[in-house]
């Protein structure tokens, strides 16, 4: 048993360097040269202030040391070390054997204590001790590091499916935003359209006078200065936002119900907004980013109506809410509505109801992850009713709560 202790501590410690500390030269001499036996990296101090400056030049495993020295007592050397390094291990060899050291040591927190003489045993029993406690102790610092990695790495796949996530939710909103364009542009686009055939037909009937035609170029002009408009408004509102300013929230709400002007009037969807003009709305925070959220949620409200394909009325209603700390925006739909399961599903990345070529399922995923996260608020859906003019209506319910307005920390 013995032996093989021996031999344990002898294939262990020969990666340790050890750090020596003893007054009297003829046991630190005799010591060190057992402990070659052991170790191959020893250094020896001749009191404490002595092993005190060699631990601060240098990285142990191991500090042997005496109690009483001069300059600077063991004990007083471990309290300085302790409060550089609170894990290194140290095993005190001392003749004193008064309940006081035992207290004091301990309270420094050694990991052994031997009384001099010493015994060969005695002495291979503390290193056996040190050494277990230097393994445990490596054992959980790459245990510790292992889980770092893993936390590091799927941290780094959580970032990496985020960025995908922002991308495909960009993509989807370039063909939301060519999508409304064309229904921006259907109308004038069709007067376009009959102002060169009424250029034609009055070149057949030669009426084509000077009048006509100056008549015919102004409102042509005007048409396409209008479409002009609608594309630097497009641009305007898919331009991100460089800083965190306060901004209107009636205003961006307003911003983002010009973008879907021309869908809502082709599709005969009619729009209600309800609130208070007493009420304090404003917030702090990328208006760009509230913006898009807000679109998610027309656009959604719009689709369930659209697929509902209903020959009644086709309403989306807006309710926003002074609450005093917070402010609730919510968006109704008389569309299809939300069953409780889809309640529970709707904001999961690439879930959506949709055919393949109509829906990517990220809108609502990256809307609630921005009004978590970024806007430090909350997102819910529910199915409800709304009424206007007393007539009552059926269908889903996005309600956004934001805190008041409040220069938020750069956590945001």
């Given at each position: 048993m013995f032996e093989e202790k021996i031999a344990k501590i002898h294939k262990l410690s020969r990666g340790l360097k050890l750090l020596y500390v003893e007054d009297n030269e003829s046991v630190r001499v005799t010591n060190i040269e057992l402990l070659k036996n052991f170790f191959t990296d020893i250094d020896s101090a001749n009191d404490g202030?002595?092993?005190f400056e060699k631990f601060k030049q240098s990285n142990y495993d191991?500090?042997?040391?005496?109690?009483?020295?001069?300059?600077?007592?063991?004990?007083e050397m471990i309290d300085l070390i302790r409060e550089i390094d609170k894990d290194v291990t140290i095993l005190i060899v001392s003749a004193y054997s008064e309940i006081e050291y035992f207290t004091s040591s301990i309270k420094v927190g050694i990991q052994g204590y031997v009384i001099k003489p010493t015994s060969m045993e005695q002495l291979m029993d503390a290193l056996d001790n040190c050494i277990d406690f230097i393994e445990d102790k490596r054992s959980k610092k790459e245990y510790q590091e292992s889980l770092e990695h893993q936390v590091d790495r799927e941290s780094k796949k959580r970032e990496e499916t985020e960025a995908l996530l922002i991308q495909q939710s960009k993509m989807a909103s370039?063909?939301?935003?060519?999508?409304?364009?064309?229904h921006q542009w259907r109308q004038p686009l069709n007067e376009l359209a009959l102002l060169i055939q009424s250029c034609k037909s009055a070149y057949q009937r030669d009426m084509l006078s000077?009048?006509?035609?100056?008549?015919?170029?102004?409102?042509?002009m005007l048409l396409i200065d209008k479409m002009s408009d609608t594309i630097e408004n497009f641009r305007n509102f898919y331009s991100p936002s460089k800083n965190r300013l306060s901004f209107s929230l009636i205003e961006s709400i307003e911003k983002s119900l010009a973008i879907f002007e021309g869908s809502f009037r082709n599709n005969d969807i009619e729009l209600s907004i309800e609130y208070d003009e007493e009420g304090l709305y404003t917030f702090?925070?990328?208006?760009?980013?509230?913006?898009?959220?807000?679109?998610?949620?027309?656009?959604?409200?719009?689709?369930?109506?659209?697929?509902?394909?209903?020959?009644g009325d086709r309403i989306i209603h807006i309710k926003i809410l002074d609450q005093g700390?917070?402010?609730e925006i919510e968006v109704c739909d008389n569309?299809?509505?939300?069953?409780?399961?889809?309640?529970?599903?709707?904001f999961e990345p690439y879930f959506t109801t949709k055919d393949d070529d109509q829906g990517t399922g990220i809108g609502l995923y990256m809307s609630k992850e921005i009004v978590d996260k970024h806007l430090k608020g909350s997102i819910e859906a529910s199915n409800g009713t709304f009424k206007i003019k007393d007539k009552e209506y059926t269908g889903a319910s996005f309600k956004i709560i934001l805190p008041h307005f409040k220069e938020l920390d750069d956590e945001l």
């Open positions: 202030h002595e092993g191991i500090i042997i040391t005496d109690i009483n020295m001069p300059h600077l007592s063991g004990i370039m063909g939301e935003m060519i999508g409304n364009i064309a000077e009048e006509f035609i100056d008549n015919r170029v102004s409102k042509g702090y925070g990328y208006s760009d980013e509230f913006e898009q959220v807000f679109v998610n949620l027309l656009s959604n409200a719009k689709d369930s109506i659209v697929e509902k394909n209903s020959m700390e917070s402010i569309g299809l509505g939300l069953s409780e399961a889809l309640q529970h599903k709707v």
